[in-house]
């Protein structure tokens, strides 16, 4: 009596397995994509727009009387956030510059630098920073009008950024 018996036809199993093959394939693909593009996000600063302007009086903004306003435009255009943690001027760190500069910087929500060793300013993917560096005119690098100034950027994933801005 169970001669005569059969299970699945060869026809049924065959359709069975390749159907669970491919929905294990394509379960595989998706959990590996989304490995994938967690460790390929990557940052990208621009400087689309830097420039230097001479001021005579900062109206309280710095204890500065007379100098330059530096302002330097930086726009992530990377998969990733940025965090800028130091700026170089004529390759020397801004923290171990001691008197005569001051920095700010402005976001959508507001910020003031407070320390310079201590540098930490956030870029998030997709949007833009723009920092503002004041020079004064008394400072003892004897800096005047025609001057170029050597600015890199420098953020904590260990990419620079160069620029250069003249003074006018």
């Known amino acids: 009596m169970k001669r005569d018996k059969r299970a699945l036809s060869p026809v049924i199993a065959t359709v069975i397995l390749i159907s669970v093959t491919i929905v294990v ?9 989304a490995i994938a593009g967690s460790y390929t996000a990557f940052e990208q600063i621009e400087l689309p727009s830097t420039y230097a302007q001479y001021f005579t009086d900062l109206g309280g903004t710095t ?4 100098g330059w306003k530096i302002t330097i435009d930086l726009r992530n255009t990377g998969s ?8 170089f001027i004529n390759s020397v760190p801004l923290k171990d510059i001691a008197s005569g500069w001051a920095l700010d910087y402005s976001t ?21 920073v723009t920092l503002y560096i004041y020079i004064s005119k008394s400072t003892t690098y004897g800096w005047t009008p025609g001057t170029n100034i050597d600015l890199k950027m ?10 250069r801005v003249k003074l006018p």
């Open 25 to 33: 394939a394509v379960s595989v693909a998706y959990w590996m994509g």
């Open 63 to 66: 204890d500065l009387d007379e």
């Open 80 to 87: 990733a956030d940025a965090t800028l943690d130091s700026v």
């Open 108 to 128: 959508n929500t507001g910020a003031n630098v407070t320390s310079y060793s201590t540098l930490d300013i956030s870029i998030p993917k997709g949007s833009t």
């Open 154 to 163: 420098h953020t904590a994933a260990g990419k620079d950024y160069p620029t």
